[in-house]
T-cell receptor, first 117, second 108 residues
Framework: DTGVSQDPRHKITKRGQNVTFRCDPI?????LYWYRQTLGQGPEFLTY????????KSRLLSDRFSAERPKGSFSTLEIQRTEQGDSAMYLC???????????????FGQGTRLTVV | GQQVMQIPQYQHVQEGEDFTTYCNSS?????IQWYKQRPGGHPVFLIQ?????EVKKQKRLTFQFGEAKKNSSLHITATQTTDVGTYFC????????FGTGTRLKVLA
């Protein structure tokens, strides 16, 4: 399967614990995105990488959230000291920037569903 | 940042009826993308519109981009239960902005 893969698919954690999610984008894609989605809402942008550089972080992303893409391939999203409000689906997407800088289609992974109890 | 308003938020139709969702921007867009998310699934790209007045068809789905490139629509002819899901438009920026979308339910 050459799509975007995310691991784990589900995570249940106790409040206060740290969690880390992994995203493997489509191999030739240089752009990688993280989103958070809660029930009945559209995906909310969290952060974006072009290759290994993190170019933008949403103001929604508190200091407890950190994302990395160390070699410009896979990415990790870590949430420290989880809170119940962090419960959501965390989606990763990747895309390939075009020569004209026109955005191309985003390919989404199936997401990691986080439940904080 | 660039945002779009999508209407309606919800639509229930009888199977076989048509459905349309609209996406409106206050500013001119360079392009617009449409995505579909099935219940429990992830967003899947449907189409990208770039040119003013562009119309593209995918089987029963017709996508339009306004002449002023400020609005777009997705029309589904003769809905089927497989059309159920939430349809999102993205205003063609580098970071894929999704609003609340239009949630479509099709009653058999």
């Amino acid at each position: 399967d050459t799509g975007v893969s995310q691991d784990p698919r589900h995570k249940i954690t106790k409040r206060g614990q740290n969690v880390t999610f992994r995203c493997d984008p489509i191999s030739e894609h240089n752009r990688l995105y993280w989103y958070r989605q809660t029930l009945g809402q559209g995906p909310e942008f969290l952060t974006y990488f072009q290759n290994e550089a993190q170019l933008e972080k949403s103001r929604l992303l508190s200091d407890r959230f950190s994302a990395e893409r160390p070699k410009g391939s896979f990415s990790t999203l870590e949430i420290q000291r989880t809170e119940q409000g962090d419960s959501a689906m965390y989606l990763c997407a990747s895309s390939l920037s075009s020569a004209e800088d026109l955005n191309t289609e985003a390919f989404f992974g199936q997401g990691t569903r986080l439940t904080v109890v | 940042g660039q945002q779009v308003m999508q209407i309606p938020q919800y639509q229930h139709v009888q199977e076989g009826e048509d459905f349309t969702t609209y996406c409106n921007s206050s500013t001119t867009l360079s392009n617009i993308q449409w995505y579909k998310q099935r219940p429990g699934g992830h967003p899947v790209f449907l189409i990208q519109l770039v040119k003013s007045g562009e119309v593209k068809k995918q089987k029963r789905l017709t996508f339009q981009f306004g002449e002023a490139k400020k609005n777009s629509s997705l029309h589904i002819t003769a809905t089927q239960t497989t059309d159920v899901g939430t349809y999102f438009c993205d205003p063609g920026t580098y970071k894929y902005i999704f609003g609340t979308g239009t949630r479509l339910k099709v009653l058999a």
